[in-house]
């Protein structure tokens, strides 16, 4: 048993879609926008500090999700990928979907997303059942 | 000479400080914030769709930017990394020093930064050497 523990806030934010091998892999509560975000379980608070070995399976995950944006929401033209941090420092990555007609585009959805949605149990399930797949797939050739 | 160029809202927005191996290094104009953007010479606009050579070279790079921070900006205590290109296609990496008393902290830089400062000559003379250094240097061990 792992005793990594995942941000409180974080956990608040988001639901809990899975487990990839570095990575709890969260979908935001606010279905406004299709919003990833992964943790890594790793003790580093910064990309560059993580050991090379975490850092290569973190971008692996990060393409993971975005090749798992693509399929599931064929509307988004766009990936934002980021870690910032400033709020909640534990290391998180934000994986988010963005197309020209999505509630808050241009903008980055940070502070900018006043619309709110809630998830359906089916696109939960659909989502988690992804994240299952994209775990068991592995690292791109 | 390479064809390559850079999308001309990133010149407008920022001073251009070198080369590294994949990518140019600016820096953007305000200097409220240390903001520096690399721009990977390559076709891409997608991080996951970048070569694994060409991706493994840029995160050398926000690695190299995330040092040149840290040591030329000693106030920093977090870093923002993000590629999000919801207004300039052209991939861009954004790496950004950020502390609790920075004029938007904790928000985002995007949209939140209200102060606006110039950087100085001998600032800008100073850092393009730190990035000169940074090309020099190479990929970390």
Redesign the interface.
């Known amino acids: 048993v792992s005793e990594f523990e995942i941000h409180p806030q974080l956990l608040a934010d988001c639901h809990r879609l899975g487990e990839l091998s570095l990575s709890t892999l969260l979908l935001n509560r606010n279905a406004a926008v299709p919003w990833f975000i992964l943790v890594p379980h790793a003790a580093q608070?910064?990309?560059?500090d993580l050991a090379?070995r975490d850092?290569a399976a973190l971008?692996t995950e990060?393409?993971a999700v975005?090749?798992l944006l693509r399929r599931e929401f064929p509307a988004v033209t766009?990936?934002?990928?980021?870690?910032?941090?400033?709020?909640v420092?534990q290391l998180h990555v934000h994986v988010i979907g963005?197309h020209a007609g999505d509630p808050c585009?241009?903008?980055?959805v940070?502070?900018?997303l006043r619309e709110e949605r809630t998830w359906g149990g089916v696109d939960l399930e659909r989502l988690a059942g992804a994240a299952r797949a994209a775990a068991a797939r592995g690292p791109?050739p």
């Open positions: 608070t910064e990309l560059c090379p850092r971008d990060i393409d975005c090749a766009k990936l934002n990928v980021a870690a910032l941090g400033n709020q420092a963005r585009w241009p903008k980055p940070w502070g900018n791109r």
